[in-house]
T-cell receptor, first 112, second 116 residues
Framework: EDQVTQSPEALRLQEGESSSLNCSYTVSGLRGLFWYRQDPGKGPEFLFTLYSAGEEKEKERLKATLTKKESFLHITAPKPEDSATYLCAVQASETSGSRLTFGEGTQLTVNP | GAVVSQHPSWVICKSGTSVKIECRSLDFQATTMFWYRQFPKQSLMLMATSNEGSKATYEQGVEKDKFLINHASLTLSTLTVTSAHPEDSSFYIC????????????FGAGTRLSVL
């Protein structure tokens, strides 16, 4: 069974204080790992997808990396508007229909 | 980026009535759409996979007669909660998978259902 574990559950940062969120996964053949951002009362917003170990993607203050067992979402010099829940999901290569298995998310709060 | 529209964003209904939620992919065709349910402070739980032109595939424990899914076109899937009860109150979110080969799911804004 595919499993995704995210840590920490919650993270509070001061504006400008860089940090990383972790996503550990167990999957029977990784087809893709996805990062989403979710604001309260909204649907998830797509950020990145990573397909193979060693791959990295960047977007503004965010950078996602992937190894064979985990992914990190690095946040550099965060701003209050980066406050949200960040969700990690995996798609197994043997899964039909492209279903995703989500982690529980990391709730990030950035204080001004 | 790809846009998925979900409507309504919020609905209140009486116990025993049915509610329909629409999910549309606005700028791409989606042969596969997904329906999720999310409880407060929890992650997304997949309810069913909706395939255009065929029957939906439901996850274990999800009642197919209670949560009716129709995917009649490449841009529209609907979820009907039949004979809704207070325990069906939740946040329902749809997603549509792009067909470009990247297998990215784009999500709607969600529907907050409150059953009185």
């Amino acid at each position: 069974e595919d499993q995704v574990t995210q840590s920490p559950e919650a993270l509070r940062l001061q504006e400008g204080e860089s940090s990383s969120l972790n996503c550990s996964y167990t999957v029977s053949g990784l087809r893709g790992l996805f990062w989403y951002r979710q604001d309260p009362g909204k649907g998830p917003e797509f950020l990145f997808t990573l397909y193979s170990a060693g791959e990295e993607k960047e977007k503004e203050r965010l950078k996602a990396t992937l190894t064979k067992k985990e992914s990190f979402l690095h946040i550099t010099a965060p701003k209050p508007e980066d406050s949200a829940t960040y969700l990690c999901a995996v798609q197994a290569s043997e899964t039909s229909g492209s279903r995703l298995t989500f982690g529980e998310g990391t709730q990030l709060t950035v204080n001004p | 980026g790809a846009v998925v529209s979900q409507h309504p964003s919020w609905v209140i209904c009486k116990s025993g009535t049915s509610v329909k939620i629409e999910c549309r992919s606005l700028d791409f065709q989606a042969t596969t759409m997904f329906w999720y349910r999310q409880f407060p402070k929890q992650s997304l739980m997949l309810m069913a996979t909706s395939n255009e032109g065929s029957k939906a595939t439901y996850e274990q424990g999800v009642e197919k007669d209670k949560f009716l899914i129709n995917h009649a076109s490449l841009t529209l899937s609907t979820l009907t909660v039949t004979s809704a009860h207070p325990e069906d109150s939740s946040f329902y979110i749809c997603s549509a998978r792009d067909t470009s080969g990247k297998n990215i799911q784009y999500f709607g804004a969600g529907t907050r259902l409150s059953v009185l």
